[in-house]
């Protein structure tokens, strides 16, 4: 398509004169390609979040190797490096019986007072706490440690584990879902608005092939308006969405953030302007050629 500067011109004046001309019906697709956006925005913002607390619940998730009461020390090193051979462990940390003793003492703090006297006679058990690299495979790295000699039992929680990513699927799933169905709402709305811009231009189309114009002199100002609209919807989305995720990030975050963290705003705000850019200009030329090529053949 050789178009020059004026010729783009001219096509930009004509794209914004048939949405003046239209523009109840632009304004209409602006808002639907907005709500679409927003959407799309909240399944980015919200799944990057879940994807980031998910990874702090699983580098915090371990289970604990309790080791039989009196295991020398040359055999604890040796435990580690029967542990370090399990190929999903990812980190080690000893906690020997002297340690998970004063553990209990500051988990009690004040009320500690009947722990007194137990440093002669611990009866808590040394452990290691390990972490594991893909926890979906934590039963079976639970198994493969109680296997080791010398460990007494392997505590998990397979519960906790399963039901967090169940919900991070899920999520992921169900919010995909409701931006796909938006998306395809946005790129059907874009069209019928170019369709109408079609009609109401269809002497001036004729004229124009009578005279020898191309397709794509004619195609060029309704691909304009979709994109015009894309973008006018992409960035007021944009603005909405960095507005509304501000407001609940300081809304939340001040309750959880003695538990996890989540992203701050500006962590977050370019990569939404780029995604919101493109997915406007995708949803604005998809509905403007799908309804220009239902009214002009190539």
């Known amino acids: 398509m050789d178009i020059n500067i004026k010729k783009l011109g001219s096509f930009i004046k004509d794209a914004f004169d048939g949405l003046w001309f239209n523009r109840n019906v632009a304004i209409a697709s602006v808002v639907i390609v907005m709500s679409s956006l927003c959407l799309f925005g909240a399944y980015i913002a919200i799944s990057m979040n879940v994807d980031y607390i998910s990874k702090q619940f699983r580098s915090q998730y371990a289970i604990s190797a309790y080791l039989e009461k009196g295991t020398p020390d040359e055999r604890v090193e040796e435990i580690r490096e029967e542990l370090n051979n399990i190929s999903n462990i990812a980190t080690i940390n000893f906690i020997s019986e002297d340690d998970a003793l004063n553990y209990c003492k500051e988990m009690f703090g004040d009320d500690a007072d009947f ?30 440690i109680e296997k080791i000699i010398d460990v007494s039992w392997a505590k998990n929680n397979q519960d906790f584990v399963t039901k967090i990513l169940n919900i991070t699927k899920s999520f992921k799933n169900g919010s995909f879902v409701l931006m796909l169905l938006f998306s395809l709402i946005s790129v059907f709305i874009v069209s019928n608005t170019i369709k109408i811009s079609v009609s109401a231009r269809k002497e001036d189309i004729y004229t124009m092939r009578y005279v020898g114009a191309t397709n794509d002199y004619i195609v060029c100002p309704f691909v304009i308006e979709g994109i015009i609209i894309g973008l006018i919807g992409a960035l007021i989305g944009y603005i909405v969405v960095l507005i509304g995720y501000t407001y609940c990030y300081y809304m939340i975050a001040g309750y959880i953030e003695s538990l996890v963290s989540i992203y701050k705003t500006h962590q977050l705000a370019l990569l939404l302007f780029g995604c919101f850019i493109l997915f406007g200009l995708i949803i604005g030329a998809l509905g403007s050629v799908y309804s220009v090529k239902r009214y002009i053949k190539a």
């Open 115 to 144: 722990l007194n006297g137990l440093e002669e006679d611990n009866p808590l058990r040394a452990s290691f706490d390990v972490t594991l690299k893909d926890l979906t495979k934590a039963g079976e790295t639970k198994e493969a």
